[in-house]
C-alpha cells in the first residue's frame, strides 16, 4: 500500500536559484542563491555558475531541515504497521530530514543492539533516525534499562512512551541519572488508573456517546508530579503530545520558576476536539485524547507565549484492522508525519497564531537542542540540510498516496495552504 | 408519516412526531396481544437475526417474542465475549451477515457504536437493542409508552432515574426520548454515578432520594451491577440501599404517590424493596408486556423503510 518514493543523490553542483533563506539561527530572511557542493554548502549570494544543475526556489523558502521528535516505527515487531525505510520515506515526503523513534517496539529498544539495529536500518536513507531508548527495562517500570549503554550506542533520550513512568521513584532516578549523560527524559503523562480504560475524552460529548473518557487529570497529576520531581532533582523532563490546557498551565508555571521542564504538541491537538469522534470514528481515537475548544484555545496561547517548545506528530501507523472495528476495541493513534507541516503553516502560521520563524524554531531548532543534535547551519562548508517550503500552496492531503505503511489519519481530504516540497540532506535530494 | 431513519440507533435527534408515531403503532399491536390468537401475518417472508454479543435474557425474549408474533422468520445468534476473543470481527460478522440477504438485525453489544458501525456497512435495517453506555431506545420507547398509559400526556410530567447514570444506557435514551415529549427529567445518584456535564442535556442532577422526589410523579429505579462496589464507585450494598433503595419510608416522604419503574432484572432488596417492587403503584410487569407491542412496532415501521 505504501507509495514507493526514492531521494536522488545531488549532482556534484546543485544551485538553488532564488529562494528566499531563513535562517532563524542568525536571523536571516532574504532572498538569495544556494550553491551545493558536494552534499556540502559552498557559497550563498548573488551566484551565477553556468553549467551547474539548476532549480529554481522563486517564491520558496529554503530553511533548517525540520525534525520530528516523536515517531513510532513499528520495526522492530510490527512490519505489517510500518517500517524504519517506510517511516523515513512519510518522513522525507513530509519535509522532515530527521526523526526520532520511540522505543515502544517489539522487542522494545532497552539495549544498545536494538538502538543499532534500528539505526542500521535507516543508514542509507535521506532521512537521519535517531532512536529514544527505554526508561526501564522492557519498558516495565520497574527497573531502569542500561541508559548509559543506551546512550553509547547512540539513543538520544529516554522514554517509556504509550506507558507512563508509573512509579515515581523510578522516575526520580532516571532524572537524576540522566544527568551523566545530558538527555531529557520524555514522559508520556497519564495516570492509568485515572484513564480507567477509558478511549476517548471525559467531558460532554463521552457522556453523549456512552464511551468511557480519559479525563484531562489524568494527564495532569503526571505532569504536576514529573515538574515537581525535576525541581528537586535539578534534572530536565520533556512531556511529550501535551493535550490539555491544564497541562499547558502547569508547564508555564514550572518554566515561571525556573524548572527544565519543556513539552511538544501534535498537530491534531491544536485543531481538532473531541467532537471529531462523533459517529464512533476511531481515526479520531488517540492517546492522549482530543479534548475541548478551551483546550485547544490554551494550547494555542502555548504556542503563542512560548510554553510549548516543540511541534511533533506522533506518527503512529495501525493496520485497517486495529482501527475498523468497535470504537473501545480500536487502537489509539493517528499517523503524522505527512500532514504535520502543512497544518502548522496552514492553521498557526496563515491564521497569525505563531509566525513563520517560530515555526520553524518548533520545527527545527528546538527539538534539536532538546536531543542535543547538531542545528543545520547557513554557512560555508556545513551540510546541506534543508527543508524547501511553498508557503501559499494550497492542496489537500490524499491519504490513498501516503508513504505509510497505514492509512489511519482523520486529515484525508483536509486543506492545507502551505506545504514541505522537499528536502536535501546526506547529499541526497527529495522533490516532487 | 414515517420514520426518518431505516435504523433505530438511538433516541437522541428523534422527533416527538417520530416517538409518537412509534407510541401510536404499539397501541395497536398490544391490542393484537391481548387477543386469543396474538399473530398477524405482517411480517410474512422477513428474515431477522438477533445477535446477542452480550449476555441478556428478557430483551433477546421480547424481540424474539415480538418477531414471532409478526410472523418473521427470525434466527438467533449469541456470543458472550467480543467479537476479538471469539475470532472474528465485526466487519466480517456484518460482511456475512450481507451475504446471507438478512432483511433486519437486531444487535445488542458491549461496545458504544456496533449498531451504528453495522449501518454503515449493511443494506439491512439495524435496531439496536442495547450498545455499551450509549443508548437502549426500545427500552427507552417502553418505558415511555408505559408513562402515557399511565397519564396519558408526558408533556410537563416529573420524572426520575435513579441509580447508576454513568454506565446506563437505559438512562440515556429515556433522558433524550422523554425530553424530546416535554417532560420534566431529573437523575438521582451518588455523585460517582452521574457522568460530568449531564446538567448540558438540561436535566436537574441530585444526589439525595427525598429531594429528588418531592415532585416526581414516576421513579424509573435502574439496576445497580454489584461490579461497580468492586471498582470502587460506591462504598457497599448495604450503604447504597440506605441512601438509594427504593423503601415504603422513602417513597411515603414525598407528596403524591409515585409510580415505580425498573428496567429489570431487579435486585430486590438493594436497589428496590420488594413490597415497592410489588405494590400497586408498580409498573414493572406492565412495562415487560409493552416491550412487546413496543418492538413490534419498531419492526413493522422499519419494515418498510429500505
Known amino acids: 500500500m505504501a507509495r514507493e518514493v526514492s531521494a536522488k543523490p545531488l549532482p556534484q553542483h546543485l544551485l538553488l536559484k532564488n529562494a528566499r533563506l531563513i535562517d532563524v539561527l542568525n536571523r536571516r530572511d532574504e532572498v538569495t542563491d544556494i550553491l551545493i557542493k558536494d552534499g556540502k554548502i559552498e557559497k550563498i549570494g548573488k551566484i551565477d555558475q553556468p553549467g551547474a544543475d539548476t532549480i529554481d526556489l522563486s517564491g520558496k523558502i529554503v530553511t533548517h531541515g525540520f525534525i520530528d521528535m516523536h515517531v513510532h516505527l513499528r520495526e522492530p515487531g510490527r512490519e505489517d504497521k510500518e517500517t524504519v525505510w517506510t517511516g523515513c520515506n512519510a518522513a522525507m515526503a513530509g519535509g522532515f530530514t530527521a526523526i526520532a523513534c520511540m522505543p515502544n517496539t517489539t522487542p522494545p529498544i532497552d539495549s544498545p543492539d536494538t538502538v543499532l539495529f534500528v539505526k542500521s536500518r535507516a543508514e542509507k536513507h535521506l532521512v537521519d533516525v535517531y532512536p529514544v531508548g527505554c526508561v526501564s527495562k522492557n519498558r516495565e517500570g520497574k527497573e531502569l534499562a542500561e541508559i548509559g549503554n543506551l546512550v553509547e550506542a547512540g539513543a538520544v533520550g529516554i522514554s517509556d512512551d504509550g506507558d507512563p513512568v508509573y512509579n515515581a521513584e523510578i522516575m526520580r532516578r532516571a532524572l537524576e541519572y540522566v544527568k551523566m549523560f545530558n538527555i531529557p527524559v520524555i514522559e508520556h503523562a497519564e495516570d492509568k488508573q485515572l484513564s480507567n480504560r477509558g478511549s476517548m475524552h471525559e467531558g460532554f460529548t463521552s457522556t453523549r456517546l456512552g464511551i468511557r473518557g480519559i479525563p484531562s487529570i489524568s494527564e495532569e497529576t503526571i505532569v504536576a508530579r514529573d515538574i515537581l520531581l525535576a525541581e528537586y532533582t535539578g534534572s530536565r523532563v520533556h512531556i511529550a503530545h501535551i493535550s490539555s490546557g491544564g497541562t499547558v498551565r502547569l508547564v508555564r508555571e514550572g518554566k515561571k520558576r525556573g524548572i527544565k521542564v519543556t513539552c511538544e504538541v501534535c498537530p491534531h491537538h491544536f485543531t481538532l476536539t473531541d467532537l471529531a469522534v462523533e459517529n464512533y470514528n476511531t481515526f479520531a481515537k488517540m492517546n492522549p485524547p482530543l479534548r475541548e475548544q478551551k483546550d485547544v484555545d490554551e494550547i494555542k496561547k502555548g504556542l503563542q507565549d512560548g510554553t510549548i517548545d516543540i511541534i511533533a506528530t506522533d506518527h503512529a501507523p495501525h493496520t485497517v484492522e486495529d482501527k475498523e472495528c468497535e470504537f473501545d476495541h480500536a487502537a489509539f493513534g493517528i499517523t503524522g508525519l505527512e500532514t504535520c507541516v502543512g497544518i502548522t503553516l496552514s492553521d498557526l502560521v496563515h491564521k497569525k497564531v505563531i509566525s513563520l520563524d517560530s515555526a520553524i524554531d518548533k520545527l527545527a531548532i528546538a527539538p534539536r537542542k532538546l536531543l542535543n543534535l547538531p542545528i543545520p547551519e547557513f554557512t560555508a562548508g556545513a551540510l546541506a540540510t534543508f527543508t524547501i517550503l511553498d508557503l501559499e500552496k494550497v492542496w489537500k492531503y490524499d491519504v490513498s498516496q501516503t508513504c505509510s505503511k497505514s492509512v489511519n489519519t482523520p486529515y484525508h481530504n483536509y486543506e492545507m495552504r502551505g506545504k514541505a516540497i522537499g528536502v536535501i540532506h546526506k547529499n541526497k535530494i527529495f522533490m516532487e | ?306
Open chain 2, 1 to 306: 408519516m414515517e420514520l426518518k431513519s431505516r435504523h433505530l440507533l438511538g433516541l437522541k435527534g428523534m422527533s416527538k412526531e417520530e416517538i409518537e408515531l412509534i407510541l401510536e403503532t404499539a397501541v395497536s399491536f398490544k391490542e393484537v396481544l391481548n387477543r386469543p390468537v396474538k399473530k398477524v401475518p405482517t411480517l410474512q417472508g422477513f428474515t431477522i437475526v438477533n445477535l446477542f454479543f452480550e449476555p441478556s435474557t428478557r430483551t433477546r425474549i421480547s424481540f424474539e417474542l415480538a418477531q414471532k408474533r409478526l410472523s418473521a422468520d427470525t434466527i438467533n445468534f449469541a456470543s458472550s465475549g467480543s467479537s476479538t476473543s471469539k475470532g472474528e470481527t465485526l466487519k466480517d460478522t456484518a460482511q456475512n451477515i450481507e451475504s446471507m440477504k438478512i432483511d433486519m438485525v437486531v444487535i445488542r453489544h458491549a461496545s458504544a457504536g456496533a449498531p451504528a458501525f453495522l449501518s454503515e456497512r449493511l443494506k439491512s435495517n439495524i435496531i439496536n437493542a442495547g450498545d455499551g453506555q450509549h443508548e437502549h431506545p426500545t427500552q427507552g420507547l417502553l418505558d415511555i409508552f408505559t408513562l402515557t398509559e399511565k397519564f396519558g400526556d408526558i408533556k410537563g410530567l416529573h420524572v426520575v432515574i435513579l441509580g447508576d447514570i454513568t454506565h446506563s444506557r437505559v438512562a440515556r435514551s429515556n433522558i433524550y426520548g422523554l425530553k424530546a415529549l416535554g417532560a420534566d427529567v431529573a437523575v438521582c445518584g451518588p455523585p460517582t454515578l452521574i457522568p460530568r456535564h449531564l446538567e448540558e442535556l438540561d436535566i436537574k442532577v441530585y444526589h439525595h432520594l427525598d429531594e429528588a422526589i418531592q415532585n416526581a410523579d414516576a421513579l424509573n429505579v435502574l439496576r445497580i451491577q454489584l461490579e461497580r462496589q468492586t471498582s470502587g464507585l460506591f462504598p457497599s450494598v448495604r450503604e447504597y440501599h440506605r441512601t438509594f433503595g427504593v423503601t415504603r419510608e422513602k417513597l411515603a416522604k414525598s407528596k403524591k404517590a409515585i409510580t415505580i419503574m425498573h428496567p429489570g432484572p431487579i435486585n430486590r432488596g438493594v436497589e428496590l424493596d420488594s413490597d415497592v417492587a410489588d405494590s400497586e403503584h408498580s409498573v414493572i410487569l406492565d412495562q415487560v408486556l409493552n416491550g412487546v407491542a413496543i418492538r413490534m412496532a419498531v419492526l413493522y415501521l422499519l419494515s418498510s423503510k429500505k
